[in-house]
T-cell receptor
Framework: EAEVAQSPRYKITEKSQAVAFWCDPI?????LYWYRQILGQGPELLVQ????????DSQLPKDRFSAERLKGVDSTLKIQPAELGDSAMYLC???????????FGSGTRLTVV | QKEVEQNSGPLSVPEGAIASLNCTYS??????FFWYRQYSGKSPELIMS????GDKEDGRFTAQLNKASQYVSLLIRDSQPSDSATYLC???????????FGKGNQVVVIP
């Protein structure tokens, strides 16, 4: 079964440092999403790509977060500088059509100390 | 008003019983609805999708949709300890082509 690949699985970083997450969606899925999930809450959308274009980044804290999907395939989410409040699970998902739901990757658990 | 609301606290059910989870949503234009299961420390896994009013059954799971009341529910019959997880309700926000998620409901099945 096709999977969304994410790395790393876990990341511990000190505040003010830079951190990056990588995602490779299911082959052929044009839409890619990055979500953040704080413990005890539901996932919240950070950024949505259609191919290489950003469709929605209204909830992305652009002073410290950036995301790119240069060739319309894999994607990188970066945080610089990291803050304590960024500790969360960062989830990547892809879909053919939103109406058929998403497939999530395994996520990256970020801890900022 | 939140796009998707799941207001129930943790649900404890004995093994073999029925677990019932509820969700309401605010976007009347939504046409696609999903339930995800999330084990502790893991990512969400899609378990049910529903698009039309009424019931949809898949094994021990039944999803129910009432668009007039903007209400989605999930029933888990013959609950098993392996069903212990958090269940997330997700709704397709048509104008933005994205899923909005509720905060989730934790289910604990007691052997």
């Amino acid at each position: 079964e096709a999977e969304v690949a994410q790395s790393p699985r876990y990341k511990i970083t000190e505040k003010s440092q830079a951190v990056a997450f990588w995602c490779d969606p299911i082959s052929g899925h044009a839409t890619l999403y990055w979500y953040r999930q704080i413990l005890g809450q539901g996932p919240e959308l950070l950024v949505q790509f259609q191919d290489e274009s950003v469709v929605d980044d209204s909830q992305l804290p652009k002073d410290r977060f950036s995301a790119e999907r240069l060739k319309g395939v894999d994607s990188t989410l970066k945080i610089q500088p990291a803050e304590l409040g960024d500790s969360a699970m960062y989830l990547c998902a892809s879909s053919l059509r939103t109406s058929s739901g998403y497939t999530f990757g395994s996520g990256t658990r970020l801890t900022v100390v | 008003q939140k796009e998707v609301e799941q207001n129930s606290g943790p649900l404890s059910v004995p093994e073999g019983a029925i677990a019932s989870l509820n969700c309401t949503y605010s976007d009347r234009g939504s046409q696609s609805f999903f339930w995800y299961r999330q084990y502790s420390g893991k990512s969400p896994e899609l378990i049910m999708s529903i698009y039309s009013n009424g019931d949809k059954e898949d094994g021990r799971f039944t999803a129910q949709l009432n668009k007039a009341s903007q209400y989605v529910s999930l029933l888990i019959r013959d609950s098993q300890p392996s069903d212990s997880a958090t269940y997330l309700c997700a709704v397709n926000i048509e104008g933005n082509n994205r899923l909005a998620f509720g905060k989730g409901n934790q289910v604990v099945v007691i052997p």
